[in-house]
């Protein structure tokens, strides 16, 4: 995130008071600018959701049509590639916790007054949450590699899952990041030219001259 970008934020707070905080944190930032949409319902922010592009959510779990943990649930099950940041009373502070460990960025303390903190967990809930994003991207990409994979007994090409035949190198740099060097093993360089010192002993000579 850069300066002056605009960062959209959904607000779930029925409280005008903790509402009134929170805007005025966000307003007060010289770095970066903040578009902020409010609500004061669960089903009203689930539909903002489906109505325009969010960048992060500030959930207050006690709101009129929803209370406790259920609140960030039912959001995060339908959204789970938002970062949501949990507004937490000295009450529901146990819930804010258990909310983070199933998947919540961060969590305010009601009545946080500085500005500078607010914006903080703001831009790390984003980046965290990028951040898991591209490791379970990363995670899905290797997994892609496990199971059967049809291979032709003769030239090792592999079959993918459209019907192609694929050269082994090929079709594992498609799904890895692994990428290959070509070389000849003593064995087959024996096979080859007969001579296996001679073989070494004219690509160090080639080595040496490039």
């Known amino acids: ?89 000295t009450k529901d502070y146990r819930i804010a916790i258990d909310a983070v460990q199933k998947g919540a960025q961060d969590y305010l303390n009601k009545g946080e007054s500085s500005a500078s903190a607010i914006i903080r967990t703001i831009r790390y809930a984003i980046e965290r949450q990028r951040l898991v994003i591209e490791l379970k991207k990363a995670y899905d990409e290797i997994n892609t590699l496990k199971g059967i994979v049809p291979i032709c007994a003769q030239c090792k090409s592999i079959r993918d899952d459209k019907g192609y035949w694929n050269k082994l190198e090929a079709y594992i740099e498609k799904h890895s990041d692994a990428s290959f060097s070509h070389s000849v093993c003593p064995e087959c360089a024996d096979k080859l030219y007969g001579d296996e010192d001679w073989y070494i002993e004219m690509k160090k000579e080639k080595n040496e001259q490039e």
């Open 1 to 89: 995130m850069g300066e002056n970008e605009i960062i959209k934020v959904l607000i779930l707070e029925d409280n005008p008071d903790d509402f009134f905080i929170l805007k005025e944190a966000l307003e007060s930032s010289e770095n970066m600018d903040f578009e902020i949409s409010h609500v004061h319902r669960l089903a009203r922010a689930i539909s903002v959701m489906h109505e325009k592009p969010v960048d992060v959510v500030i959930l207050d779990l006690q709101v009129p049509d929803s209370i406790g943990l259920e609140t960030f649930l039912s959001f995060h099950g339908k959204f789970p590639h938002i970062p949501v940041v949990i507004m937490t009373g």
